[in-house]
């Protein structure tokens, strides 16, 4: 009996020696690997970060030895998702302001600023959120009872696509700007000879807000952080941050407070800071990819920003307007194709994407592999969609869901062809990439991925889908929500699919998105979600 204990010993031994030591193994999954054949496995091994072996459960476990091992129970996995255009810092400091988001009527946000401001005891009120689309009345408001509830108190807060800004009568008197101060790239709503309280684009950046100190902007990512982790985020494109931001970045996932992955779109609003990342060069580690800049292209649709090429069908002789004059579009695009950085240009209406996409082919001419990008892509001309072919869509299906309720009032039926669509901008590149632009709609990446596939709300409305034929499938929907997305900000090697020598990020879901009944989607919740094989939610 002794020597037969000994034998099995031996036996043990060898066997765990001939394992490959994992720091964790995943088993019985359902996993979406996103590789070049959308394969599904049941297994795989993680070491120093990285994925080292994918297969069946069998093999994984015969092969590799943990003191880590996730039981997924035949849950879903999908590798980690992307965000490719959302606001990762200013939805953190959102955290900290006035939320007006939902609000159905001008009363509600009055009534929410009233609530903050008994809370907060703020000197300056600012937040974001609102949107008159949303009320009974679907006017833009006016500052009169803002006057009269805070008259000596500054309030100044934003509509929910930061393209409109309402503010009161002592934000003014701060900014000293009157009716008659001129503005380029935005306008100041005047109505009866007096200054409505509604600011337009740019004429927004005449309004003095309070600084925002470190203290506040490093609680501001790591509350943005830890509400992406909670909706399987591991890497956000934040479209449009300042040096100092993305520095104060770098220090904090230098020090492992902040392990999201950030591709930082350098805002394109100033030249010296341009010049500073250009002259700079591409900044890359693990975790932060800084190689892009951010230039606003026109305003918002639902602001009547967005520069058409007729005027908007709701309101005469309006065209809205690029934020910028053509010259400094080509003059901005010159200096950045003369750089390794990408050009990403907001673009909302068929006016701005086709200034845009013509800068673009101008400056770029036979480049390869250049992948600037259009940011939002909303409303394209027939004739527009075939300079999509090295040019790249990143689009926010949410958008066309929150918008579909009036958006052909805006712009009227002809020019709606060519709105929201995401299947004739795939079909023209090859890949999209998809975001929700938080926080002007939700972080939930799910409902991004239920307004791409279904094309509704969350009511069902409407019966058919809007616009059905420009819906996208669940297999194009989940790549442009990690692979396709990574493409886009050229880190496709080491992310975006569960594959050999990638990085270990991947969320484990509550039910199955590729296969649960569509109306089903948006109520998915993430169980786990794990960044470099590490579980951070």
């Known amino acids: 009996m002794k020597n037969l204990f000994t034998i099995l010993s031996i036996t043990l031994f060898l066997v765990s020696c001939s394992k490959k030591e994992a720091d964790l193994i995943v088993i019985n999954s359902n996993t979406y690997t996103v590789n070049n054949n959308f394969e599904n496995a ?20 015969d092969n590799f030895t943990s003191e880590n091992i996730v039981n997924a129970e035949n849950k879903a996995i999908v590798p980690g998702l992307i965000d490719a255009h959302c606001h990762f810092y200013r ?14 009527s001008y009363e509600e946000v009055l009534q929410k600023l009233v609530d903050f401001q008994k809370e907060k005891n703020t000197n300056f009120i600012t937040g974001r959120g609102w949107d008159q689309n949303d009320w009974e009345v679907k006017e833009f408001p006016t500052k009169e009872k803002l006057d009269k509830l805070f008259p000596n108190t500054p309030v100044a ?36 000879g007096k200054m409505t309280g509604i600011l337009i684009d740019a004429a927004m950046d005449f309004i003095k807000f309070p600084s925002t100190s470190k203290k506040e902007a490093i609680q501001g990512l790591l509350d943005a952080q830890k509400i992406s982790f909670s909706y399987g985020l591991t890497t956000v494109d934040d479209a449009g941050i300042a040096k100092e931001t993305i520095e104060l970045i770098d220090s904090l996932q230098q ?23 250009i002259n700079k060069g591409i900044i ?27 005027p908007y069908s709701d309101r005469e002789n309006h065209f809205g307007a690029l934020i910028y004059s053509p010259e400094r579009y080509k003059e901005l695009a010159k200096q950045i194709a003369a750089s390794d950085y990408q050009m990403n240009t907001h673009a909302i209406g068929d006016s701005a994407n086709t200034w845009m996409l013509k800068t673009y082919k101008d400056v770029l001419k036979n480049t390869k592999n250049r992948r600037w990008r259009i940011e939002h892509a909303q409303i394209i001309a027939e004739e527009d969609f075939t300079h999509f072919d090295n040019i790249l869509p990143s689009v926010q299906p949410t958008h066309a869901t929150s918008d579909m309720y009036w958006a052909k009032d805006r712009i009227g039926a002809e020019r709606m062809k060519g709105a929201y669509a995401f299947k004739d901008l795939l079909n ?21 991925f239920y307004a791409a596939t279904i094309r509704k709300d969350i009511d069902n409305y409407p019966e058919n889908g809007f616009q059905i034929e420009n819906a996208l499938t669940r297999e194009e929907t989940l790549k442009g929500m990690t692979l396709w997305a990574a493409y886009f900000n050229f880190e496709e090697e080491e992310k975006g699919s569960i594959e050999v020598g990638k990085f270990a990020d991947f969320v484990i879901l509550d039910q199955d998105i590729m296969k649960v009944e569509g109306s089903k989607i948006p109520k998915t919740k993430v169980v786990a979600t794990f960044l470099n094989g590490e579980k951070v939610y």
């Open 91 to 104: 939805m953190g400091l959102q955290q900290q302001k006035v939320s007006l988001e939902g609000t159905k």
């Open 284 to 310: 890359k580690t693990d975790k932060l990819n800084v190689r892009s800049f951010k230039v606003y292209g026109d305003g918002a649709l639902g602001s009547r920003g967005a520069a058409m090429r007729k």
């Open 428 to 448: 023209k590149y090859g890949k999209i990439a998809l975001g929700t632009d938080f926080p002007v709609e939700q972080v939930n990446p799910f409902l991004t």
């Open 255 to 277: 020090s492992n407070d902040l392990k999201m992955r950030v591709y930082a779109m350098v805002s394109g609003d100033n030249q010296k800071e341009i010049d500073y990342f």
């Open 157 to 192: 807060v934003g509509r929910v696509d930061g393209h409109a800004l309402l503010v009161n009568q002592a934000a003014i008197n701060l900014s000293g700007i009157t009716k008659d101060t001129p503005v380029s790239g935005g306008e100041i709503i005047v109505e009866n």
């Open 42 to 61: 049941e297994a795989f091994a993680v070491k120093d970060g990285k994925i080292i072996a994918v297969g069946t459960s069998k093999e994984i476990q």
